[in-house]
């Protein structure tokens, strides 16, 4: 199997227009995974600026998005909370043998803490290889188990019900040669030094990573259907999978009534709903649909709560995740 190159997500937090252009142009040079530059939420990993720090208590710094003078906006970001870079100069208060900064002015310095970002992202590349190589082989139906082996060695083992065990030193190498395998659920037993990933956020971080369409084509015409929130958690979901989810839990819509609907362009709108899709959120099905009464306790009622995302979510997950992709 001939591994995908990952879309990682850098947020740029208190550059300038101009710096953002000398950021996104000395990124494209990085030559290991593909680097997205962007806004901090949901981001991967985090450049700051330095020069826009205003306080730190702890690991928690303010940043001034831009200008004061300009009605420039503040953010209160946990450096700690993602891998992070600090643009020179580095306020006193951030210095320290753990701070990873760099310098505008020298792209190579910006090309080292992509490196590093890249070591300390490994996991989620794993995850995100593991994933890709399981929507290619076509096995996510059913609850099944499976082995991912090269030869001899195990790379990975994978419970349709929920659960994925993957090999800490994985390489591209290794997966290009795997094959997954069908095994009894009995047999399959991973290491206890093995990464272990949940399924479902394991498929949600590859729908929403990949530059491949997946969503599967009788969704571009049919009627799709509510079926459960997503369960993974809350801060892998982004503004406009919430925002879709209330759609449907208010009524069925096809694909260009929801891009009405939500006023939003098509190509977000699809990779939004393939990454509902494999975790078992959404179908075109209307007797899988969630029933009409639950959708009116779980959200309707709360439309006040759904603003916020996390916290609707978080009350209606309930159960063990289960990934199955539904017709």
Same mark, same amino acid.
């Given at each position: #199997?001939?591994?995908?190159? =990952?879309?990682?997500?850098?947020?740029?937090?208190?550059?300038?227009? +101009?710096?953002?252009?000398?950021? @996104?142009?000395?990124?494209?040079?990085?030559?290991?995974?593909?680097?997205?530059?962007?806004?901090?939420?949901?981001?991967?990993?985090?450049?700051?600026?330095?020069?826009?720090?205003? +306080?730190? *208590?702890?690991?928690? *710094?303010?940043?001034?998005?831009?200008?004061?003078?300009?009605?420039?906006?503040?953010? #209160?970001?946990?450096?700690?909370? @993602?891998?992070?870079?600090?643009?020179?100069?580095? =306020?006193?208060?951030?210095?320290?043998?753990?701070?990873?900064?760099?310098?505008?002015?020298?792209?190579?310095?910006? /090309?080292?803490?992509?490196?590093?970002?890249?070591?300390?992202? !490994?996991?989620?590349?794993?995850?995100?290889?593991?994933?890709?190589?399981?929507?290619?082989?076509?096995?996510?139906?059913?609850?099944?188990?499976?082995? %991912?082996?090269?030869?001899?060695?195990? %790379? $990975?083992?994978?419970?349709?019900?929920?659960?994925?065990?993957?090999?800490?030193?994985?390489?591209?190498?290794?997966?290009?040669?795997?094959?997954?395998?069908?095994?009894?659920?009995?047999? *399959?037993? $991973?290491?206890?030094?093995?990464?272990?990933?949940? %399924?479902?956020? #394991?498929?949600?971080?590859?729908?929403?990573?990949?530059? +491949?369409?997946? %969503?599967?084509?009788?969704?571009?015409?049919?009627?799709?259907?509510?079926? +459960?929130?997503?369960?993974?958690? !809350?801060?892998? /979901?982004?503004?406009?999978?919430?925002? *879709?989810?209330?759609?449907?839990?208010? !009524?069925? $819509?096809?694909? $260009?009534?929801?891009?009405? @609907?939500? &006023?939003?362009?098509?190509?977000?709108?699809?990779?939004?709903?393939?990454?509902?899709?494999?975790?078992?959120?959404?179908?075109?099905?209307?007797?899988? &649909?969630?029933?009409?009464?639950?959708?009116?306790?779980?959200?309707?009622?709360?439309?006040?709560?759904?603003?916020?995302?996390?916290?609707?979510?978080?009350?209606? @997950?309930?159960?063990?995740?289960?990934?199955?992709?539904?017709?």
């Amino acid at each position: #199997m001939k591994t995908e190159t =990952p879309i990682f997500r850098l947020g740029l937090i208190g550059f300038s227009d +101009r710096e953002v252009q000398l950021l @996104r142009s000395g990124v494209a040079r990085y030559s290991g995974v593909e680097w997205q530059c962007g806004q901090p939420e949901g981001a991967d990993a985090w450049l700051v600026n330095g020069a826009r720090v205003a +306080r730190s *208590v702890g690991s928690t *710094v303010r940043v001034i998005a831009r200008n004061a003078a300009e009605g420039g906006t503040a953010l #209160m970001v946990d450096i700690s909370s @993602r891998p992070t870079a600090i643009a020179a100069p580095v =306020p006193q208060v951030l210095q320290g043998p753990e701070t990873r900064f760099f310098d505008l002015r020298k792209t190579e310095t910006l /090309l080292t803490c992509l490196a590093a970002f890249d070591r300390e992202l !490994a996991p989620l590349k794993r995850s995100f290889w593991i994933a890709a190589n399981l929507a290619s082989s076509e096995i996510l139906v059913g609850k099944a188990a499976y082995e %991912l082996r090269a030869g001899e060695q195990l %790379l $990975a083992a994978a419970d349709m019900k929920g659960k994925v065990f993957v090999l800490p030193e994985l390489t591209e190498q290794q997966l290009d040669q795997a094959e997954w395998k069908h095994r009894a659920r009995k047999t *399959v037993k $991973a290491p206890e030094d093995f990464e272990q990933h949940l %399924l479902a956020e #394991m498929l949600w971080i590859y729908t929403t990573r990949t530059r +491949r369409e997946l %969503l599967p084509e009788r969704y571009f015409d049919s009627q799709i259907y509510l079926r +459960r929130p997503p369960r993974v958690r !809350a801060e892998l /979901l982004e503004d406009l999978h919430l925002r *879709v989810i209330r759609e449907l839990a208010a !009524a069925p $819509a096809n694909l $260009a009534e929801l891009v009405k @609907r939500l &006023a939003v362009k098509k190509s977000p709108l699809v990779r939004a709903l393939a990454a509902l899709y494999y975790v078992g959120s959404i179908t075109a099905n209307p007797e899988r &649909a969630w029933a009409a009464s639950a959708q009116q306790s779980s959200w309707a009622s709360r439309a006040g709560a759904f603003e916020d995302g996390a916290g609707a979510l978080r009350a209606a @997950r309930t159960g063990q995740p289960s990934t199955t992709p539904l017709l």
